[in-house]
């Protein structure tokens, strides 16, 4: 297995990690879901018994495990997924944006959920060094890809 592989194995591993986590806030419920910064919102929807944020933790789970899938995939551990190559790339962006923009977008938009994260800047600083992390896994994977797709 190349590094390149092995390195978008290690990012899909994290990202089924945070899509399990994601599953472990539904089950843990209100607290859960304000420790992990979902907002108070939602954790106050989920006491009254709304759907709603076992619902939109679901896709979250949902995207985070199709992202994982398809490093798995990339990495040559199951069969090659369709545009591989290309959702691999797409995925490392997305994680970058998350990574860049999550601290900026607490600290200059004004709204009760970013001044909650305001409150919260040791997670926001942790996560958004994750998603860092995440991001150039897969950014190291896909080029890895392309590169041998190239020669």
Not at 99 to 110: S, W
Request: hydrophobic share 60%; charged share 10%.
């Amino acid at each position: 297995m190349r590094v390149s592989d092995r390195v978008l194995l290690c990012g899909g591993l994290l990202t089924g990690a945070a899509a399990l986590l994601h599953i472990g806030i539904i089950i843990g419920g209100p607290a859960w879901y304000r420790f992990f910064g979902a907002g108070e919102r939602l954790a106050r929807l989920a006491v009254s018994g709304s759907a709603v944020p076992a619902m939109v933790t679901t896709g979250i789970a949902a995207l985070l495990g199709l992202a994982a899938l398809y490093a798995v995939s990339g990495a040559g551990v199951v069969r090659p997924l369709p545009l591989h190559r290309p959702i691999l790339a797409l995925i490392a962006l997305v994680f970058l944006i998350r990574a860049l923009g999550g601290v900026p977008a607490v600290l200059f938009v004004d709204t009760p959920y970013m001044q909650m994260l305001k409150g919260r800047m040791t997670f926001m600083l942790i996560s958004s060094a994750l998603c860092l992390g995440i991001s150039l896994c897969y950014a190291i994977g896909a080029a890895g890809l392309f590169r041998r797709d190239a020669l």
